[in-house]
T-cell receptor, first 108, second 116 residues
């Protein structure tokens, strides 16, 4: 069983739609990361969370420590948001555990 | 500009021919790490370093070596590459334990390695 599970695996949306990507983890963590991998392969760190919520532009990431769950929301989605979004949990002990990623495609 | 520089971007080599992928960061980060990414398996950590002269194994260290002689550089060495090391490799760095920052890791642009 994967310690970090993401859903959905694939997501197709129309431009302007509100997007939700979910991440569940089974270990105790000190931080949770959301990463964005562009179609060209490059990886950008979007958020690092230990509690509550963080916002950057149209993106909001939230985490519920009790439920061991995090969500990444994208409002007013745009084709340039098309990418793979990866959740990674940093356990109290040990290194990052990555989810398999959610491939988002936003159609114009 | 704050960045992690990886070289080369693409590399095709033959089985057994030693190679080095370089990684350099200009942010004075203590922590650096190497990952490989394979279809269906996602990102997996190879090695990491907490600081100069301090390195440790990640989840898939077999067949790889690293060194951290200077804070900015963290090369990945494949002494005798094999076809199962064909993969997309990423180097990353981060400040040590800065949860007040919005962003965590800074990634290099990746190295696509093919071993034939």
């Amino acid at each position: 069983k994967n310690e970090v599970e993401q859903s959905p695996q694939n997501l197709t949306a129309q431009e302007g739609e509100f997007i939700t990507i979910n991440c569940s983890y089974s270990v105790g963590i000190s931080a949770l990361h959301w990463l964005q991998q562009h179609p060209g392969g490059g990886i950008v760190s979007l958020f690092m969370l230990s509690s509550g919520k963080k916002k950057h532009g149209r993106l909001i990431a939230t985490i519920n420590i009790l439920d061991k769950h995090s969500s990444l929301n994208i409002s007013a989605s745009h084709p340039r948001d098309s990418a793979v979004y990866i959740c990674a949990a940093r356990p109290d002990q040990g290194n990052l555990i990555f989810g398999k990623g959610t491939k988002l495609s936003v159609k114009p | 500009e704050a960045q992690v520089t990886q070289n080369p971007r693409y590399l095709i080599t033959v089985t057994g021919k030693k190679l080095t992928v370089t990684c350099s960061q200009n942010m004075n980060h203590e922590y650096m790490s190497w990952y490989r990414q394979d279809p269906g398996l996602g990102l997996r950590q190879i090695y990491y370093s907490m600081n100069v002269e301090v390195t440790d194994k990640g989840d898939v260290p077999e067949g790889y070596k690293v060194s951290r002689k200077e804070k900015r550089n963290f090369p990945l060495i494949l002494e005798s590459p094999s076809p199962n090391q064909t993969s997309l490799y990423f180097c990353a760095s981060r400040e040590f334990e800065r949860l007040d920052r919005n962003y965590g890791y800074t990634f290099g642009s990746g190295t696509r390695l093919t071993v034939v």
